[in-house]
């Protein structure tokens, strides 16, 4: 974990443990403020499925050590406040492996519950100067005794969690270049031994091994780094030799040191009687994470199953989310927690709102299949000393065997609560679907007959929001959505149901609120939600440029011109072909001109455009393509072959730039607005004339589209003999106009004959 919060927001419920709901707080915002002063449309799209989710978890590490020793009254009321239906109903854990420092360093230079054992027993006498002792086939060097407190926890909840994770902060003392496993004296230089690589590795695995024998669990996952490309972990020492910091453990390696640890690691796991897979690389934010992928080699990425990312940085989420989609492999935000507001808050909603709103974002931005915590119980002392509110429940670090619930009290500030309106409805199963508003995030439910839409107000007014369900393929007669809401005056107070009508349904929420919406009788896809239809043609018009896709003056690859109109934008339609069957995030597409027919393709990394003949109607890896978007209309086309991004060349603007392919960036030069430029018919033309006087009928008429009727297409029209326009009445006249592409509409005119 990172010491401070990259990007927190300024924002402050809390209560005491476990407050029950106030009644009547869903009626409190309409009694205060009747007439909403805000007010959003929430549009659900269930054509673009995030991947199954996987849950909502914790790391154990520190609350663990700390609080695995306490009286059962204590603990037990965290294991449910953590793992209960009740509490945050948490089916994921990460256990830490601890390193531990040698016998003669001092124990009380970390934060409380962060001094880690290890697994391994050294030699009577042995200082933290012997750094060669320790021999893995040794069974003498081993203490299968440790970390007694993280262990109790593991076995209290290992009914409750279906995904394990084990994960290193870093290796033992003697396999440090410092001998300290809370960094090296410089921290910005690979601090675990490059010959002690393999005995890590080892040691990671036989940890796993054991845990599993003695404790019936299976890992599913190891990280054997933890925030490994950053300035974090160094340690300091005072006057007497001894260190007076860092406070936890951790280990800098680079992206080079970071591929000799994977792929170690993956040598140990070969032979190990654990299925566990390697997961990598838990570093602390998008934009470093992308960094480091970017560095690694094909055996490293071929050696990580799993990708597990922080957000105490928020920038590039996106990246990290293409990055996943290219290399086909599961993204897991295995990581956050910080402090929002001011001062240790257990009654405002600024804690509350501010770990909401990092929930909402992390799951439109970065479609993890698993989101996880750092750690929810936090040692209250110190945060009340620095007026911090990391965690959402706090319990003083320091009890003893004789402290009870009065002496050593537990305390929850308003994340509790909110966290609850997200892990209490969306559960493992579910599948995050798309929205359009950056306030909101939606499931389909595991049965596909249910919806969740959670909705964040961070206002000071009242919001009133439409929830959209014309996408769904179905809403029953009596469908319905019942409001479940956390503010300052209550939480999870759940509303009267209502009515759904014409597919919508329009509540309202209070100022400050967290607000689960739970929506009955809707389910499937409707057909024309998906934005690729069969057979439609589609501009692709840069996002930074505003300039749309088109093939080069050679007709090779590709540039961006100034967006054309009517006729002249035939060069800039793309036919858009699914490839795969379903409605998950990571289906694939063919691009194909819809003018020439040739098919964008990566070659040498470079975008082409290369005839179809030859491959037998089976499309090469190298012409597929993964669309994603969080909602806003924008799109990355990610190839699936080398999981690089439609990137225009420099960021450039002008007339006729370069349009190639590059590492994802989350640049708006790599996304793109996708606008239907399918004629579906054409509006009627109206016009008027007098008995015996041929009219004048429009040389064009107006195209119908998906998203309304704009611009004129030229028109022939099929007009009726002479005697037609004789006598007073209505003569409808028929025509053809002509699309782009030069395929032919049927137009209708409307003539008024009349002597007024």
């Not at 230089?189 to 024998?213: K, N, P, S």
């Not at 390696?253 to 690389?281: C, F, H, N, W, Y």
């Amino acid at each position: 974990m990172v010491r401070a919060l990259a990007s927190a927001v300024p924002l402050a419920l809390g209560a005491s443990l476990m407050a029950a709901p106030m009644a009547g707080a869903a009626d409190t915002a309409d009694a205060a403020d009747p007439v909403p002063r805000s007010a959003v449309t929430v549009r659900i799209d269930p054509s673009y499925q995030q991947q199954e989710f996987e849950g909502w978890g914790t790391s154990l590490v520190w609350f663990a050590n700390a609080t695995g020793g306490y009286p059962e009254p204590i603990r037990r009321q965290l294991v449910d406040m953590l793992f209960g239906a009740d509490g945050l109903g948490l089916n994921i854990a990460r256990y830490n492996i601890g390193g531990g420092n040698a016998p003669d360093v001092r124990k009380d230079y970390m934060k409380a519950g962060a001094t880690m054992e290890g697994f391994w027993k050294a030699p009577a006498g042995t200082t933290r100067q012997d750094m060669d002792w320790w021999d893995p086939n040794n069974p003498d060097h081993w203490n299968w005794g440790a970390d007694a407190g993280q262990r109790w926890w593991v076995d209290q909840i290992k009914d409750k969690v279906d995904r394990w994770e084990a994960f290193s902060n870093s290796p033992p003392w003697f396999q440090t270049v410092s001998g300290y496993v809370s960094g090296g004296f410089d921290a910005s230089a690979d601090q675990i031994r490059a010959d002690r690589v393999d005995d890590f590795a080892t040691y990671l695995a036989r940890v796993t091994e054991r845990m599993e024998q003695e404790h019936g669990i299976e890992f599913d996952t190891i990280d054997p780094l933890n925030e490994p490309n950053t300035p974090y972990w160094g340690t300091q020492l005072g006057a007497d030799g001894q260190p007076t910091g860092g406070r936890q453990e951790g280990a800098h390696a680079g992206p080079e040191l970071q591929q000799k640890v994977i792929l170690a690691l993956d040598k140990a796991l070969d032979g190990a009687r654990t299925d566990a897979r390697i997961s990598a690389m838990d570093e602390t934010n998008p934009g470093i994470f992308t960094q480091n992928w970017n560095a690694y080699g094909t055996p490293a990425r071929a050696a990580v199953d799993q990708l597990n990312v922080h957000t105490y940085g928020t920038g590039q989420r996106t990246s990290a989310r293409d990055i996943a989609k290219g290399a086909d492999k599961k993204l897991w935000m295995s990581e956050v927690e910080g402090t929002w507001g001011t001062g240790t808050d257990f009654t405002g909603m600024e804690p509350g709102l501010g770990i909401a709103t990092r929930m909402v974002d992390d799951m439109r931005e970065l479609e993890p299949s698993a989101w996880v915590f750092w750690q929810p119980v936090e040692d209250a002392i110190p945060q009340a000393a620095a007026g911090k509110n990391w965690g959402s429940i706090h319990v003083p670090f320091n009890c003893t065997a004789e402290d009870t619930l009065e002496t050593c009290p537990i305390r929850t500030n308003t994340k509790f609560h909110t966290i609850r309106n997200f892990t209490h409805y969306i559960r493992p199963g579910d599948h995050f679907v798309k929205v359009d508003d950056p306030s909101s995030v939606a499931a389909v439910k595991r049965s596909g007959r249910t919806a969740t839409v959670v909705h964040v107000n961070s206002g000071t007014s009242a919001r009133s929001v439409n929830l959209d369900l014309s996408r769904f393929g179905k809403v029953t007669s009596r469908a319905t959505v019942t409001p479940v809401v956390t503010s300052g005056d209550g939480a999870l107070v759940r509303g009267a149901p209502v009515r759904v009508t014409d597919r919508s349904a329009t509540l309202s929420v209070p100022a400050k609120s967290v607000t689960t919406f739970l929506v009955e009788g809707v389910g499937g896809v409707a057909r024309d939600a998906a934005l690729v239809q069969p057979g439609h043609v589609y501009r692709l018009q840069g996002t930074q440029s505003g300039k749309s896709l088109e093939p080069s003056d050679d007709g090779s690859g590709v540039v961006i011109r100034t967006t054309g109109t009517g006729t002249d934008s035939a060069q800039q339609l793309w036919n858009i072909r699914k490839l795969t069957r379903g409605t998950d995030s990571r289906e694939r597409y063919a691009l194909t001109h819809a003018k020439t027919g040739k098919r964008l393709a990566v070659r040498d990394d470079q975008a082409v455009l290369e005839e179809p003949e030859g491959d037998r109607g089976q499309v090469p890896e190298a012409a597929q393509w993964v669309m994603s978007t969080i909602g806003d209309g924008t799109w990355t086309f990610v190839n699936a072959a080398t999981g690089r991004l439609v990137d225009v060349t420099g960021q450039s603007t002008a007339d006729g730039a370069k349009v190639s392919t590059y590492t994802p960036t989350s640049a708006a030069n790599q996304r793109w607005t996708v606008t239907d430029e399918t004629v579906l018919r054409t509006e009627p033309a109206e016009t008027f004339t007098v008995p015996g006087l041929r009219p004048e009928l429009p040389a064009t008429v107006a195209p119908v589209f998906r998203d309304g009727t704009r611009g004129a297409l030229p028109v022939v029209w099929n007009l009726p003999p002479d005697r037609k326009w004789r006598e007073p009445g209505t003569v409808r006249v028929r025509g053809e106009a002509t699309d782009p592409l030069g395929r032919r509409i049927p137009a209708r005119a409307v003539v008024t004959v009349d002597t007024t």
